[in-house]
Each structure stands twice: as C-alpha cells, then as structure tokens.
Nanobody, 126 residues
Framework: QVQLAQSGGGSVQAGGSVTLSCAAS????????MGWFRQAPGKEREGVTH????????SYVDSVKGRFTISRDNAKNTVYLQMDSLKPEDTAIYYC???????????????????WGQGTQVTVSS
C-alpha cells in the first residue's frame, strides 16, 4: 500500500503562485507514476499533470502548460506542483495520486491511478 500526504494550497489572487507537496510512503517503488488532479465544484475530476519518477518525464494538460510545473525529490519520496500565473478557473480541490507505469500513459484518466491524497483546496480570486 501507499499513503499520500498533501500539504500546501490556500487562497491567492489571480496571477499569484502556490506550491503543493505530496509525500508518499509505503511501497512506493511499485507506483512510479505520480499525478496531480483537480476537481472544481460541480465538475468531474480532471488530470493536470503527471511525472514518471524513475526518469523525470512529465506531461501536462494544455490548460496549465507554461504555468504549472511538476517535480519530484526521490530521496524524500515527495512530488511537488508549482503553480504560477494562477487564474480564477484554477480554483479547485487538488489531489495527488500514485499509479503504475501504465498510469502515465493513460491520458490523465483518474481511474488509471491507484492511491490518492486527501485533497487540498486552492482558491484563486480575481
């Protein structure tokens, strides 16, 4: 099993920045794909970005490219999401998730990920 503990988030004005962290523990070696998802009120959970922790390769959805950066510190088993130039439409609960190798080729499908963090609110005001 894998446990994911999220930290960070909060409220920020448009154009601001927020950093989220996701610390993984447990049998993490079997789940090398780490992703970030978000869910806005009344909307489905959507993928934002993911990273294959073994080689650092990343992927982003178009709406966050150039603004969000995913990174990892394998020594700390922690993945980060740096969010810059935030927009009100980025307001959502953000979740980190852990998946297998195949999760990173699943076009950001939430069902492709196995373990989930507790979620953290990010609110961007205009």
């Amino acid at each position: 099993q894998v446990q994911l503990a999220q930290s960070g988030g909060g409220s920020v004005q448009a154009g601001g920045s927020v950093t989220l962290s996701c610390a993984a523990s447990g049998y993490t070696s079997s789940y090398p794909c780490m992703g970030w998802f978000r869910q806005a009120p009344g909307k489905e959970r959507e993928g934002v970005t993911h990273i294959y922790t073994r080689d650092g390769s990343t992927s982003y959805v178009d709406s966050v490219k150039g603004r969000f950066t995913i990174s990892r510190d394998n020594a700390k088993n922690t993945v980060y999401l740096q969010m810059d130039s935030l927009k009100p439409e980025d307001t959502a609960i953000y979740y980190c998730a852990a998946g297998t190798l195949w999760s990173c080729s699943g076009n950001f499908r939430p069902a492709a990920f196995v373990y989930w963090g507790q979620g953290t609110q990010v609110t961007v005001s205009s």
